[in-house]
């Protein structure tokens, strides 16, 4: 067996710190871009036919989701699958690399997913062209943050250590939708037939939640975890508030960014150009 490189048997130990303690679902779906990047996965989800390969599944909030077909996910860590064990008992689940998916047979599943993982990946081609080979005749989607001018090379996540993770920092990129048809077309020999942005919306009302923040009598440390979840709170309550007044259209006129990149793809039919 070749040995694995340094950095990824120590990426290894620090993604299955990062599942067995940190409560993404609490404080990642809890915010108004998650949970918006959770409403656009679902939706395409919902329009997927047969069997499903999850990579980078985590903890299963999507392959428990997912009705139209057997679902396989694959994680780098362990318990992160035995969560997903609990949430989707019918699910295969196997611990794998997602730069390394070649034990799946070529064309194995009709739809391959993958939001929130390429980002964080070594060597993200590997994983893309992984992904092209195992999939059907359904669809990719793959979604990653997005940025606006200064492209992220190491994410710092200060509120890691409050529970017990090691390390605060890992490898944590960003794509725009460009980017990501490059990687996907010539990369994976792919068809890219949709890209954009989703939770356009979230800028705006987080900045207006800061301002509601100012005029409450209280300070919060929004760098604390507690803090982070109080103005969360207060960024969807502020998101509702602009949807109860049918003024969300005129924010998407004026943030035509963002928060999350998405690319989704079909394989190229046969006789067609690459």
């Given at each position: 067996m070749i040995p694995e490189?340094?950095?990824?048997?120590?990426?290894?130990?620090?993604?299955?710190?990062?599942?067995?303690?940190?409560?993404?679902?609490?404080?990642?779906?809890?915010?108004?871009?998650?949970?918006?990047?959770?409403?656009?996965?679902?939706?395409?989800l919902r329009g997927m036919r047969g069997p499903l390969l999850d990579v980078g599944c985590n903890r299963g909030v999507y392959a428990a989701s997912y009705r139209h077909g057997r679902v396989c996910g694959i994680d780098i860590a362990m318990p992160a699958l035995r969560h997903a064990?609990?949430?989707?008992?019918?699910?295969?689940?196997?611990?794998?690399?997602?730069?390394?998916?070649?034990?799946?047979?070529?064309?194995?599943?009709?739809?391959?997913?993958?939001?929130?993982?390429?980002?964080?990946?070594?060597?993200?081609?590997?994983?893309?062209?992984?992904?092209?080979?195992?999939?059907g005749e359904g669809l990719l989607l793959v979604t990653t943050p997005n940025y606006r001018t200064?492209?992220?090379?190491?994410?710092?996540?200060?509120?890691?250590?409050?529970?017990g993770i090691e390390e605060d920092s890992l490898p944590h990129t960003a794509y725009k939708p460009e980017e990501l048809r490059r990687m996907l077309e010539p990369v994976g020999g792919l068809h890219v037939v949709a890209a954009g942005t989703v939770a356009r919306e979230t800028r705006v009302c987080q900045k207006l939640a800061h301002w509601v923040l100012r005029l409450l009598p209280w300070r919060t440390d929004v760098q604390s975890t507690e803090g982070h979840r109080r103005f969360h709170r207060i960024v969807i309550y502020v998101y509702r508030a602009l949807q109860w007044t049918c003024l969300l259209p005129l924010v998407r006129l004026f943030e035509t960014d963002g928060e999350f990149s998405y690319a989704i793809a079909r394989r190229q039919p046969e006789g067609s150009e690459t």
């Open positions: 490189p340094t950095g990824k048997t120590h990426l290894r130990r620090l993604y299955a710190q990062i599942a067995e303690h940190y409560p993404e679902e609490e404080l990642v779906y809890a915010t108004l871009s998650g949970m918006l990047r959770r409403r656009f996965v679902r939706r395409v064990r609990n949430r989707c008992p019918a699910a295969w689940l196997v611990r794998g690399d997602a730069e390394n998916l070649y034990f799946l047979r070529p064309q194995s599943f009709r739809n391959v997913l993958a939001t929130e993982v390429v980002e964080h990946l070594l060597d993200p081609e590997s994983c893309v062209r992984g992904m092209a080979r195992a999939l200064v492209r992220p090379v190491v994410g710092r996540f200060h509120r890691y250590r409050e529970f």
